[in-house]
């Protein structure tokens, strides 16, 4: 079966840090670019970060980029994201996804949706 599932979500205080967990079933990371994706109530998708399948090659939105850290274990079939210095703006639920060939960011090149983890970031 080929599946995705998010851990590690919970509340945490402003300038404080979580690491989600994504373990992938059925496929390995180094076959597909995996990312994390995130939607606020009301609000339409965002593409938070990407490692490629080929060579570990990160991205990362501009709203994130020096707090997130991305990364895999190949051997675990696992993918990371390190949430450090976060911001009540950083509050909804994180997805993990597989990006269909090359890491875009974009929600139209998403293949598998994991069912999500919710990340509450207030004092």
């Known amino acids: 079966q080929v599946q995705l599932v998010e851990s590690g979500g919970g509340l945490v205080q402003p300038g404080g840090s979580l690491r989600l967990s994504c373990v992938a079933s059925?496929?390995?990371?180094?076959?597909?670019?995996i990312g994390w994706f995130r939607q606020a109530p009301g609000k339409e998708h965002e593409g938070v970060s990407c490692i490629s399948a080929n060579d570990g090659t990160t991205y990362y939105a501009d709203s994130v980029k020096g707090r997130f850290t991305i990364s895999r274990d190949i051997a675990k079939n696992t993918v990371y994201l390190q949430m450090n210095y976060l911001k009540p703006e950083d509050t909804t639920v994180y997805y993990c996804?597989?990006?269909?060939?090359?890491?875009?960011?974009?929600?139209?090149?998403?293949?598998?949706w994991g069912e999500g983890t919710l990340v509450t970031v207030s004092s």
């Open positions: 996804v597989t990006e269909q060939g090359s890491c875009s960011l974009s929600v139209y090149n998403i293949g598998l």
């Open positions: 059925g496929f390995s990371l180094d076959w597909n670019a």
